[in-house]
């Protein structure tokens, strides 16, 4: 199973990204497992020991939050807390639980420039996400300040939303929506300061807001730990105009009381 999800889109992606020799992405990407580094067959590939490891997010899951249920209540069931609390999202699908393996695959796609690491994280979120992605009509990744990007040369998320958007078809609309206030970074706060420090942290200038105009829209990020983040840059995505927001991203924290450990 090890090479499956990588090596069935990468010669798409690869022209997505501009195509390059064979040769000369393994000079570029070596073929070295994403999770542990140990010697695969082909670049962006997990060896099968790291594969076993990695705990996809399937069905019986909450529709709205995409959130599995601790016991089996069937499928096509909403849970209490979406009732209760409806986010601001129509639903929240995510490919992933962000621990071992998959924590160090979003690492090594936040720090080192992975284009072929995007792909085969698209490539598991749009199975993941299908519903989400057949029901959206645009792709707009979680921006990042300018100040970070700057610093960081990088935004792992538009890279996520640019993968997808290769592999779905759908159209990547960078750009639209921008990160207005530099927030401090999410680690260790709770909930309340998770929200409080992402409010109004988003904007899209009305210019842009009209490309979103009854669209529904497809936001991509790489975790989704409390949904304060998705929340907020959905909040201001439907006071653009927007129709309707799913979010898709490629890793959630399984369990609130691990929102202190992870970003
Ligand atoms: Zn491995």
Redesign the pocket.
Known sequence: MDEIDASDFRHRVKAGFGAAPAGLMRLVYPPV?S????MVGQAAA??S??WSTVRFIERPYCEITGLPFDHDRGEGLVSPEAIAHPPLYARARAAVFHDG?ARRIVHGLKYSDRADLAAMMAAWMIRAGRDAVDDSDVIIAVPLHRGRLFARRYNQSAELGRAVAVLSGKPFLPGVMRRVRATRQQVGLGLKARQDNVRGAFSIAPEQGQRLLGLKVLLIDDVLTTGSTVEAATRALLRAGAAQVNVLTFARVASPGEETLYA
Not at 35 to 38: D, T
Request: charged residues 0%.
């Open positions: 497992c999770g542990c580094g140990i997990l060896c020991a790291c393996v």
